[in-house]
């Protein structure tokens, strides 16, 4: 008979104690989902027509100026890490500095643009925010591959996005001589050795999907 009292009573208690969990599960207010969302990646297409590159570079008798001109380029990065990609590429048997002798000694000398015929910056990662409109001033980091080598490089930009269109500029400097190139230089004529470049930019802008 105590046998039996027990077994009812430990029966009753399961079945409480099964009751209580199901209806705790069933009053429980579902988890809620996150809200959190990811921006998307950012992509700015750049129009060769609206686009400039212009190098300078100082001598003992003047400082030369001159331009090239953009073959295509493409940067997508993401809003929160700033990790970017893409490539720009700049046209090197372009350049023209107005002076035909000089620029022939340009591009067959220094440049060697038979040999090299393109210039090419692919982006690696943006050091800043860039704001979805308006302006925002950032740093480009990347890779130069320029007369058969690649050097890496940080250029200071600002970028101004408004809808679906969006205009930059960039600037940096290229220590030809320190990355392999001839010195153009002859006993008359002293060339520094560092070339400063700034780029005009303009093109649209898109998130991907």
């Known amino acids: 008979m105590r046998i039996a009292t027990r077994k009812s009573a430990i029966f009753v208690a399961s079945l409480i104690c099964g009751a209580a969990a199901f209806f705790s599960a069933v009053a429980a207010p579902p988890r809620p989902q996150s809200t959190q969302i990811t921006p998307q990646e950012v992509v700015l297409v750049l129009d060769p027509v609206q686009c400039k590159v212009h190098y300078s570079v100082d001598s003992t008798l003047h400082t030369v100026h001159g331009t090239f001109n953009l073959k295509s380029g493409t940067l997508h990065f993401d809003p929160d890490s700033g990790k970017a990609a893409g490539e720009i590429v700049v046209y090197a ?3 023209d500095s107005g002076n035909s002798s000089r620029d022939e000694k340009m591009h067959k000398e220094v440049l060697e643009t038979p040999k090299y015929p393109d210039a090419i910056f692919r982006p690696t990662q943006v050091e800043g925010r860039v704001a979805r409109t308006g302006v925002s001033d950032v740093k480009l ?9 690649e050097h ?18 960039a600037s940096f400097t290229v220590p030809f001589i320190q990355w392999g190139m001839k010195d153009p230089s002859n006993w008359l004529l002293k060339v520094k050795p560092v070339v ?5 930019m303009a093109g649209f802008a898109k998130s991907s999907k």
């Open 196 to 200: 400063r470049v700034e780029l005009e």
């Open 93 to 95: 048997t372009s350049g």
């Open 152 to 169: 890496e490089i940080v250029a200071p930009v600002r970028a101004q996005l408004a809808a679906d269109r969006w205009t930059g500029t």
């Open 141 to 149: 980091h990347g890779i130069m591959l320029l007369h058969g080598q």
